[in-house]
């Protein structure tokens, strides 16, 4: 658990599938990831890849609490999805996504910052990646602001990307 002056930061567990579903499912929350809502089912699998990267890599995603209200923020984690693209990518890659009641307040940046600092004191990350849809302006301030670096324009799944990368000086 990560705990920020905002936020609480946990791996997911199964009482999180309702808030996660009702994140995905909000059009607004996947403009820029996957283009659609995604049903249950996805979401499901979502949550197991999320689990099943803990267990067989010591990393994964975190789901997002507010600490004053208990309320679900979002989630934000680094994983290794074997993403069919090129280049490939070859370090850990940090992403995040928050619920639409929470963009604009700095909740993404504050658990970014976190994530990235667990990263660099649990398991020595020495260099991590991002990619982010050209047009989510907001996702691209947030990677900015916490070290990531655009090292290349590329395509994932047809459409256009940008791969950001974010190395430790250590």
Known sequence: MIETERLILRPHGLADLDECFAMWADAEVTRYIGGRPF???EVWARLLRYVGHWQLLGYGYFTIRERASGR??????FADFHRDMDP?????ECGWALAS???GR???TEAVRAIVAWGDATWGARRTV????PENRASIRVAEKCGYREQLRTTYKGGPTILFQR???S
């Open 106 to 108: 700095g909740f993404a």
């Open 130 to 133: 991002c990619i982010i849809s």
């Open 88 to 92: 490939p990518l070859d370090a850990p």
């Open 167 to 169: 190395a430790t000086s």
């Open 101 to 103: 009641w929470a963009s």
């Open 72 to 77: 679900w923020v979002g989630e934000a984690g």
């Open 39 to 41: 049903s249950r089912e």
